[in-house]
């Protein structure tokens, strides 16, 4: 299996960025379960996207969007001292929506096999 530079660059900043989430920030708005879905890298490396799956309410995930965009600063300064890069790229934090629609799609067909096994 061959991957290119970015793919290689996009695993290393996935595992360092979510390390930092969980184990360096200490804002309070930041809590509950956290992950890092994916990361897709620009090809000149400058520019990151970052998709975040959290568990809660909506509330809940604006809160901690807003503590990420906020603490950005310190997320790429870390980034920089864990991972070698001529440049940091700069960090664009998206919410994931994926997980929760897989979960709310299997609910539904859970729901239609159990209403064609009752009839």
Known sequence: ??????DRVSVEIQKAVSEI????????????????TKVEVSKDLRHA??????????????????????????IRKELANRVRLKFVPVL???LDESI???????????????SRNED
Do not use: C
């Not at 299996?1 to 970015?6: K, V």
């Open 49 to 74: 996207k970052i998709f975040l799956s959290i568990y809660g309410d909506e509330t809940t995930k604006q809160n901690v969007l807003e503590a990420l965009h906020h603490a950005e600063g310190f």
């Open 92 to 94: 664009n934090f998206k």
């Open 100 to 114: 929760e629609y897989s979960i709310h799609i299997s609910k539904l067909l859970k729901d239609i096999n159990n």
């Open 21 to 36: 989430i969980n184990n360096e920030l200490k804002d309070p708005r930041i809590q509950g379960l956290i992950s890092i």
């Open 1 to 6: 299996m061959d991957f290119s530079r970015t």
